[in-house]
Structures are given as structure tokens and as C-alpha cells.
């Protein structure tokens, strides 16, 4: 039976890069794959799926906001892969799930298990609780070279945890840390806004 696989990393774990390098492999043999990503992902177009290597292809299906999966004619593809899973809603998720056992597609899904705050985003919580493998791709952190467990956010050159939980950027915006270098800079962002505030 295909399985529904979950692989997350932190920002700058090369998520995008494995994901396809999967695809050129099941390409290069010769077999039917589809790619897929939240269209709310417009980072480098709309439609494409790229890796900070500079790797890049397009995707078969952007998927919007609860939109429906169901009913769309996945014969000979051997392979769904998934970009950018955490953004994607539970009922998304559901039917992929139902998707690799309906039709025995292998479906594997990358994405980020938590936003900067450390909670887990939707789509990465419903595939936690549905995927039969949960893979972590691994790296290490900006700052030192424990591994990396955490999402840094930056506004202005300053380490943060205010703001929505989803707001799109790459290297210029997010950081892999480990706890505690995450916890140094939020807690040194938070000491600078207090300084800035008492100054005024």
C-alpha cells in the first residue's frame, strides 16, 4: 500500500531541493508525476516550485484554500509530490491521505512542522496525526552548529516573534536556530523594543 509521507525541516534544510531531485528521478525513469503547491506560495511566481540552489519546475496543481482534490484523474501517475505542505488546510490534507490509499500513489509531502512562534501551521498539525512516515530533513543552525529545530524571524535586522504566523520570505526573513540561540536573539529583540519604547 502507498504511503502518505510527511518530511519537514526548518528554513534552509534543503526541503525544496529533496523534493526535486525526487521528481527528476521518477522522471528520468520515465514515469508520471504530479506537482503540487499552495497557490498562496508566490515567492519566485506563481506556479513555480524552487529550491535556493536554484533548481526549479513548475507545478501541476496550485492548490487553493479548501479546493477539493477529489475527482480529478490521477491514472499512471506514479508519484504526488507536495511543496510547501504546512500552508495547506486539514481537509486538503484529508484527501490526500484518502488519495495514496484510494489509488496507491505514493504522496509525499514537504513542509515547515512550526512558524516562527514555535506552533504548529494546520496543514503540518492534520499530516503529524495522518502520515504513515514522518521524516525530518535535517540542518543545522545559523548561529552555531547544533541542530536547527527552530524558524528565526527577522524585521529590520532584528530577531522577532511578533506578527502573523504566515508571512512569506526566505533567507532575507527566516533563520534556522536551535532553542537556544532562538531564544538569545528573540529575547535580545525583545529587550532592543523595550530600550527603543523607554527612550521615547
Not at 510527511?6 to 531531485?21: D, P
Not at 507545478?59 to 477539493?68: C, F, R, T, Y
Amino acid at each position: 500500500m502507498a504511503k502518505l509521507y510527511f518530511r519537514h525541516g526548518t528554513v534552509g534544510s534543503a526541503k525544496t531541493l529533496n523534493l526535486l531531485a525526487v521528481a527528476h528521478n521518477y522522471r528520468q525513469q520515465g514515469k508520471k508525476i504530479l506537482l503540487m503547491k499552495p497557490n498562496l506560495d508566490t515567492r519566485f511566481g506563481q506556479a513555480q516550485i524552487k529550491s535556493r540552489a536554484g533548481l526549479e519546475m513548475d507545478a501541476d496543481v496550485l492548490i487553493v484554500d479548501e479546493m477539493s482534490l477529489k475527482g480529478r484523474d490521477y491514472s499512471g501517475v506514479s508519484c504526488i509530490l507536495v511543496d510547501e505542505a504546512q500552508f495547506l488546510g486539514r481537509k486538503v490534507i484529508e484527501e490526500l491521505r484518502l488519495i495514496a490509499l484510494d489509488f496507491d500513489i505514493p504522496i509525499l509531502c514537504y513542509g515547515l512542522r512550526t512558524d516562527f512562534k514555535s506552533n504548529l501551521f494546520e496543514g503540518s498539525a492534520r499530516l503529524m496525526e495522518l502520515a504513515d512516515s514522518i521524516e525530518e530533513v535535517k540542518a543545522t543552525c545559523h548561529f552555531c552548529n547544533r541542530k536547527s529545530i527552530m524558524n528565526l524571524k527577522h524585521v529590520n535586522g532584528k530577531a522577532t516573534s511578533e506578527g502573523p504566523s504566515v508571512e512569506l520570505g526566505a533567507e532575507e526573513k527566516y533563520f534556522p536556530a536551535c532553542y537556544k540561540c532562538y531564544c538569545r536573539e528573540v529575547g535580545k529583540g525583545k529587550l532592543e523594543q523595550l530600550q527603543d519604547s523607554c527612550c521615547k
